[in-house]
């Protein structure tokens, strides 16, 4: 299937998204993620007063409640929209938008086996396309990706929107046709609300990533700034602009972009990727400060019983501390979770790091035989292949890389 594709165009060199946030505040006037966000919480602010005895008022607070964690990305906020959907199906009963707004939230925190509860209690609505689309991700999530493709065929069969476009365009740029992928991301682009800007900055931004992800970085840029431009002051955008500058050696724009996006949102994974910066530019002692952060809230996250930190914990200690051990730890704890090639790497690469040869070549075996083209994975293949006297097969795999992405050995983010 092919779709109609747009002219791409370099971006400009700059680091817009910061000029733009800039811009707005001299201006005083509001981003649009700063409005958004006042608008969000005004409007949870008047539905807590309002909900009680009122059951359609009742069903919207955990609607805005998640869409709030959505802005922000705090761990509070997650939790609060978390407790907010299981009150409302206690107090109304199994309503299908709350279950599919469960299953959404359980798979976004890597909770494979709630998602799949709260999709068994929608088999009345089997046939529905936002159900069906659910239920191929949680395939994908359990390494089932044949499944996966199909249920994203049949949602969009039943109902073509943005989101359901996005989702197959995703599988295509693992383990398709990444101008496929692109061709579905754009007609996704062409599908979203001219209201919803958020959701038109996010696709271009997956068009960016994929085009970053090729070590096409003027295309990338492109993206990017179109996504700037739509929605205004989204931290996202500066995130993905940052690790393209650091990409392109511009160190210090990449530096005051990923400050600004953690002055906005602290996540620990901004956090690792500025200290990733800072070692990859030989500041070492910059870095570890970061990096001390970083390691702190993924353990917090992991001590709340929190599991979708698992898989930058096994990162982190394969990577940044080298503790083979201690990323072994983590990797298995998610690839129970996860049994995909994301986590198949991530476990094989950290049997890497520990020195078990063998079994990280096992196990990484096993992740190439997805059929999944990431430079990640063939990358952590060539290294455990030469590791392992698999010399031929080593340097055909490191070959591999460059032709997956000619840029991968520059700044990067494993996300």
Known sequence: MRFPRTLVIAGATVALSLALLTIHRLSG?????????????????????????????????PRQRYQLALLTGRPADWAEADAAIEGAIRTLGPLADLYLLKASLDLRLHRVEAADRALADLQPFAGNAQVTAMKAS?????????????????????????????????????????????????RAQGEVSAKDKRSYAWVRLERGLLEFNRGRYANAAAHYEKAARAYSGYWLVDEHVAELRGAERK??????????????????????????????????????????????????????????YYHHLAGFYAD????????????????????????QDALAWALYRDGQFAAALDTVQTALGSGANDAHLVFHAAMIHLAAGRTDEGKRLVQRVAQINPGYENFHVHR
């Open 29 to 61: 006037a509001p981003t649009d993620y700063e409005t958004e966000l006042a608008n969000t919480q005004a409007s949870l602010s008047a539905m807590d007063g309002s909900a009680r005895g009122d059951g359609e008022a009742a069903a919207r607070v």
């Open 138 to 186: 949680l395939a994908f999530q359990r390494g089932d990706y044949a499944a996966a493709k199909a249920g994203y065929l049949t949602a969009i069969e039943k109902n073509p929107t943005w989101d359901n476009l996005a989702r197959l365009a995703y599988w295509e740029s693992k383990f398709g046709d990444r101008e496929v992928a692109d061709q579905l991301y754009e």
């Open 251 to 308: 160190f210090d724009q990449a530096i005051a972009l990923y400050e600004s996006v953690i002055a906005r949102a602290p996540r620990p994974e901004f956090q690792q990727a500025l200290g990733d910066l800072l070692r990859a530019m030989g500041k070492d002692a910059q870095a570890k400060r970061w990096h001390d952060r970083a390691l702190a809230g993924y353990l917090q996250s992991a001590e709340r019983g929190e599991v979708h």
């Open 320 to 343: 940044v501390l080298h503790d083979g051990a201690e990323a072994v730890k983590w990797a298995r704890k998610d690839v129970a979770l996860r049994p995909h090639f994301f986590t």
